[in-house]
């Protein structure tokens, strides 16, 4: 049974840092592209970031660019999300997933397996 598990969010200040993390079991996804995308209170998911399978590729939501970094590691099974210079506007529920194929995609259909997200809130 596939499951992934978030981890690292929490309560910051405009201008902080966290770093998510997540673990998958069940299988190995070496083979497949992983993302992360967030959902805030009233709106529906929206993609934040993705890499491919061999990590020779990111793609980003402009509104992170700049801020936000995804990375794999294969050994572990499990990737992360570093967000820096967090604003107010990143205050969501962070969920990781891993796709149906080997690219970083962009829209929930293209991922198959889900975490159960983790809260990030942004705020003074």
């Known amino acids: 049974q596939v499951q992934l598990v978030e981890s690292g969010g929490g309560l910051v200040q405009p201008g902080g840092s966290l770093r998510l993390s997540c673990a998958a079991s069940g299988r190995t996804f070496g083979s497949n592209g992983m993302g992360w995308f967030r959902q805030a209170p009233g709106k529906e998911r929206e993609f934040v970031a993705a890499?491919?399978?061999?990590?020779?590729?990111?793609r980003y939501t402009d509104s992170v660019k700049g801020r936000f970094t995804i990375s794999r590691d294969y050994a572990r099974n499990a990737v992360y999300l570093q967000m820096n210079s967090l604003k107010p506007e990143d205050t969501a529920v962070y969920y990781c997933?891993?796709?149906?194929?080997?690219?970083?995609?962009?829209?929930?259909?293209?991922?198959?397996?889900w975490g159960q997200g983790t809260q990030v809130t942004v705020s003074s």
């Open positions: 890499i491919n399978y061999s990590s020779g590729y990111t």
């Open positions: 997933a891993v796709g149906n194929g080997a690219a970083a995609a962009t829209t929930t259909y293209e991922y198959d397996y």
